[in-house]
């Protein structure tokens, strides 16, 4: 039969057949699906307040861009956040090494996928493009080391970024939660599994035009401050957003070693942020309690016009 692979005997022992072609083993490529959560980059500098998002390329004909976010001044109060919270998915083909043995697993050659970070600008469409070619910073992460018929794992991956960057507060740390599916080759009748709609969504053909995307930075910071105010993410890859950046920023800064972040606490620069979102910004930590008390008295008090008819009293 097609497919199949006759091997055989001893002499005068009957010939015995190995199919391959169910576990799609007899090839030496095999095709992955990654999924993508980039969580926060943190510490950042507190003197960069121009929209950022993370731009992501695999080869030569797969890229994409996150969402564009402004960075905020974390819940301890003494670092900068830039917190994309943005999932994408990309397919890949991992070639095996000649030593490989017959599996999905492997060993691989080595294939990156580059997350680097950008200034973005709006153009005259409203679209946001990347302003610069010329990356903030960069990591490259080698798919080979989340390789498996599905796992999922959270990393703290180091950012290489410019001088000024370093100097200012150090190295800072790239949060993503990478999960990888074998994609098991397709049999006859059945139908090949297709991207979710999001990285349909975000993923784009390079063709020599810049990368762009539509975004509201509004959208973002209401997402910040409810997410203070302790709504979870239903999906499972998600991590706790607040607490997961509190502690790598905690790590970084003690692994960095004292810093001018560090060291004093940097300040909003109001000339810089768009007004409309300035109060969410620097209250992103969310309402204090006296706020929330007077916000309660304030929606107990009803105007005039909604007040009940008193009843008339009889003599």
């Known amino acids: 039969p097609p497919n199949e692979r006759h091997r055989p005997g001893p002499p005068g022992a009957p010939s015995y057949v190995c199919t391959m072609s169910f576990l799609g083993l007899g090839k030496k490529e095999v095709k992955f699906v990654y999924m993508f959560h980039v969580h926060a980059l943190s510490p950042f500098p507190s003197d960069i307040g121009a929209p950022l998002a993370i731009v992501w390329k695999r080869g030569e004909k797969r890229a994409g861009v996150t969402r564009t976010v402004l960075p905020t001044l974390g819940e301890d109060g003494t670092c900068f956040v830039v917190g994309i919270d943005e999932r994408f998915e990309v397919e890949a083909t991992l070639y095996k090494t000649a030593q490989a043995k017959d599996g999905p697993f492997g060993p691989f050659e080595s294939k990156t996928i580059s997350l680097a970070l ?37 990393r703290a991956f180091p950012m290489n970024c410019n001088a000024a960057i370093h100097d200012a ?28 709609s999001a990285a349909a969504r975000v993923a784009r053909e390079s063709a020599g035009k810049p990368i762009q995307v539509d975004t509201n930075l509004m959208k973002f910071f209401q997402y910040k401050y409810k997410d203070a105010s302790g709504m979870s993410d239903p999906n499972p890859m998600a991590i706790g957003s607040t607490a997961a950046v509190a502690t790598l920023a905690k790590s970084a800064l003690q692994a960095n070693g004292p810093t001018a972040l560090s060291q004093q606490p940097p300040k909003i620069i109001e000339s810089e942020l768009l007004p409309e979102v300035h109060d969410m910004v620097k209250g992103s930590v969310g309402p204090t309690e006296e706020e929330r008390k007077a916000a309660a008295a304030a929606a107990a008090v009803k105007a005039p016009w909604e007040k009940e008819p008193e009843t008339p009293t009889r003599v």
């Open 118 to 154: 950008h200034k973005m600008e709006v153009e005259a469409d409203g679209n946001m493009v990347v302003a610069s070619e010329i990356a903030l910073g960069r990591v490259l992460v080698d798919l080979t080391d989340f390789v498996g018929l599905d796992q999922t794992d959270t």
């Open 169 to 196: 507060v150090g190295q800072p740390v790239l949060a993503v939660t990478i999960r990888c599916q074998w994609l098991r080759p397709v049999q006859p009748g059945e139908k090949k599994v297709q991207l979710s």
